[in-house]
Each structure stands twice: as structure tokens, then as C-alpha cells.
């Protein structure tokens, strides 16, 4: 038998992580197919913790899916590194790990409903601004996210910028500002929570010119579902 871990970042204190479960269980209500969730920070459902119960029932083979955008330091050394010490002290196990969410083909459809509800109206000069984590160390993120901006099929353009990392939007947001009348930009996090406050807060402390759009981010949107199901389908044929 097969077990679906579905893995969140969490935190380790406060009750965000109760809230990510609560949203995910909402979401995935109607699917047969049966997931535990594990939480990359957590103190009691760490995905340690997580496995090693399973492994205690008798579960040896485990599918991953990490409910992350891209592919920065939590999926590139994270998750690998505490599921390969799982396996150092459980020889008898398998597992797979999907590939990350930000990177599906129906992702794209989800940002662009996003783009579309802001609607503004075409003969407006405006732009469109991704914003993703980011990260100093781990780039390939980066990079997933401007093969994620080329994808959308917009007419005007589209600046892929981080909220960490070399391409922050703290660089040039304001001077993107400048150049149009106005600017949506959408969040491209797993819900509106503290990252994206931290995002809405630095922006507000900037010298913002011009109409600014903030859409909201994933927000376990029903695409969701269907992005993680595929991926589990996808462990399937590896």
C-alpha cells in the first residue's frame, strides 16, 4: 500500500498550521484518494513524525507531494534531506517526491483568472507583476517563476519579481509604477497570510505612483485540487 504526504511549511508556533489543515481538508473533502499532511516546521505533525507513524503501521511507500511554488531551499535541500535521514533509519522504505506546484500547466490558468477579475480596461497602460518568494541561494526558483510569466497569455508585460532574492520587487516596483497607469500584481504564494502581508506592507512603505492592483494569492483555489491530484497521479507512473 501506498501513502499520500502531503507536505505544508507550517510554523512552529501559533495555530497557522491548524488553519493549512483546515483549508486543506475543505478543499480535498470530495477526493478518494486518502493524505496525511506533514508540516516542514511543526512540532507535533513534522514530517518525521508524520512517517515514522506510518512506518510503525506498516507503510514502507510514501508519495510526496510538497504544497510549494517553486523550487527553492525547502524543496531543493529540505524535504530531500529529512526524508533521505527517514530512509537512513528505515532502510525498508520508498519514496517519491512530486514536482512543485507553481510549475503545473493549470497554475497559469488560476493566475490568469486572477489577472482577469482585476479587469482593467485594455486602452489603460498597465502591467502585470508576479511576485514569488525568491531566494538568495536557491535561483532555480527564479527561473521557474520567468518560464511561469512567459506561459500567461497577456497582451501587455510581465515582470517576475521575488519577494527575497536578487530580483525583489524592492528593487524597481516603484519605478515600474512610474512606467503605467497601472499595475496588478499577483501574489504567487499558497494562501494570504503572513508572507503576503509582509509583501502588502512593503509596498505600502514604497512611493507607489499610479493605480496598484493586489490580487489575491493561490488561496486553496478548486485548480488546487486538481494540481495535486495529477501530481499524485504522476508519482504513479514513475
Known amino acids: 500500500m501506498v501513502a499520500n504526504i502531503l507536505v505544508a511549511h507550517g510554523m512552529r508556533k501559533g495555530d497557522q498550521n491548524q488553519a493549512l489543515e483546515a483549508f486543506l481538508e475543505s478543499l ?27 512506518i510503525q503501521a506498516g507503510e514502507t511507500h510514501f508519495k510526496v507531494v510538497p504544497l510549494l511554488i517553486f523550487s527553492a531551499m525547502h524543496y531543493i535541500v529540505d524535504v530531500p534531506n529529512i526524508l533521505a535521514h527517514i530512509k537512513q533509519t528505515h532502510p ?6 512530486s514536482e512543485p506546484l507553481g510549475t503545473h500547466d493549470l497554475m497559469v490558468d488560476l493566475v490568469e483568472r486572477r489577472i482577469r477579475d482585476v479587469n482593467v480596461d485594455a486602452s489603460v497602460n498597465h502591467a502585470i507583476v508576479l511576485i514569488a518568494h525568491g531566494s538568495f541561494s536557491y535561483t532555480q526558483a527564479h527561473d521557474e517563476l520567468k518560464s511561469f510569466g512567459k506561459k500567461l497569455k497577456q497582451d501587455v508585460p510581465v515582470f517576475c519579481r521575488t519577494l527575497y532574492g536578487d530580483i525583489t520587487f524592492r528593487n524597481d516596483l516603484d519605478q515600474l509604477a512610474k ?4 499595475l496588478i500584481v499577483v501574489p504567487m504564494f499558497l494562501y494570504d497570510g503572513r508572507l503576503v502581508n509582509k509583501v502588502k506592507r512593503l509596498i505600502s512603505e514604497m512611493d507607489i505612483q499610479g493605480t496598484l492592483h493586489m490580487t489575491p494569492s493561490i488561496n486553496f483555489d478548486n485548480i488546487l485540487k486538481l494540481i495535486i491530484s495529477d501530481r499524485l497521479e504522476q508519482l504513479d507512473n514513475k
Open 28 to 54: 480535498l473533502r470530495d477526493e478518494t484518494y486518502q493524505y496525511e499532511l506533514a508540516f516542514i516546521e511543526s512540532e507535533e505533525k513534522s514530517i518525521e513524525n508524520t512517517i515514522g507513524r506510518l
Open 179 to 182: 512606467q503605467y497607469e497601472t
Open 92 to 97: 525498508q522504505i520508498h519514496y517519491e517526491i
